[in-house]
């Protein structure tokens, strides 16, 4: 069993920054590569940005080099950290993990966490 925690989340006004923090845990071998999606009210979820373990980072374009994703491989942990919020980012934010969980795995299972809400309103 592997579960991901989000934290981070809140309400910040415009052009303030949160910084979001996801922690997996449970029966992990190791984890490929750990994202960040979000989902706004009446809109499909949406990548946000995505990091392998060995830190190749790709991000959505709306991101504008705002966000900034990174990662602890030794904790199991992946971060975003948003700064020029804007109302446009306000949305339930989700990380998700590609998990090997045992040595000869030769495929990963997926997990979610459970969201944080992030809301960006003055």
């Known amino acids: 069993q592997v579960q991901l925690v989000e934290s981070g989340g809140g309400l910040v006004q415009p052009g303030g920054s949160l910084r979001l923090s996801c922690a997996a845990s449970g029966s992990i071998y190791s984890i490929s590569s750990m994202g960040w999606y979000r989902q706004a009210p009446g809109k499909q979820r949406e990548l946000i940005a995505a990091?392998?373990?060995?830190?190749?980072?790709n991000y959505a374009s709306f991101v504008k080099g705002r966000f900034t994703i990174s990662r602890d491989n030794a904790k199991n942990t992946v971060y975003l950290q948003m700064n020029s919020l804007n109302p446009e980012d306000t949305a339930v934010y989700y990380c998700n993990a590609d998990v090997y969980l045992h040595f000869d795995s030769t495929y990963t299972h997926v997990y979610w966490g459970q969201g944080t809400q992030v809301t960006v309103s003055s």
């Open positions: 990091i392998t373990s060995g830190g190749s980072t």
